[in-house]
């Protein structure tokens, strides 16, 4: 079993920034990967950047040069360092737990119950 809880969403303006959290506990390993999704209202959930046990990134094109994603394994932590935000970015963050790195909602077999982030223009 894998518990994930995200925090540091909230309201920001255009241009700001947010650095969201998501920490593990329960029965996690070393070689997790893991990554950050979201949903906007109306539309599916997307993926937004993925880690691996190494440190290795993958992230959507729509973020790249905008947000970073770093973890720190001693305290079983990712983040998501989000920067020059723009009000398409408001959705439900969440982060997620899975075996291997990847873009796809089915690699991953934990999920946190997310984290708003508004982003006002």
């Known amino acids: 079993q894998v518990q994930l809880v995200e925090s540091g969403g909230g309201l920001v303006q255009a241009g700001g920034s947010l650095r969201l959290s998501c920490t593990a506990s329960?029965?996690?390993?070393?070689?997790?990967?893991m990554a950050w999704f979201r949903q906007a209202p109306g539309k599916e959930r997307e993926f937004v950047g993925a880690?691996?046990?190494?440190?290795?990134?993958t992230s959507a094109d729509s973020v790249k040069g905008r947000f970073t994603i770093s973890r720190d394994n001693a305290k079983n932590t990712i983040y998501l360092q989000m920067s020059s935000l723009k009000p398409d970015d408001t959705a439900v963050y969440y982060c997620?737990?899975?075996?291997?790195?990847?873009?796809?909602?089915?690699?991953?077999?934990?999920w946190g119950q997310g984290t708003q982030v508004t982003v006002s223009s």
């Open positions: 997620a737990r899975g075996n291997r790195l990847s873009r796809l909602k089915n690699a991953y077999d934990y």
């Open positions: 329960g029965r996690t390993f070393l070689t997790d990967a």
């Open positions: 880690i691996n046990w190494s440190g290795s990134t």
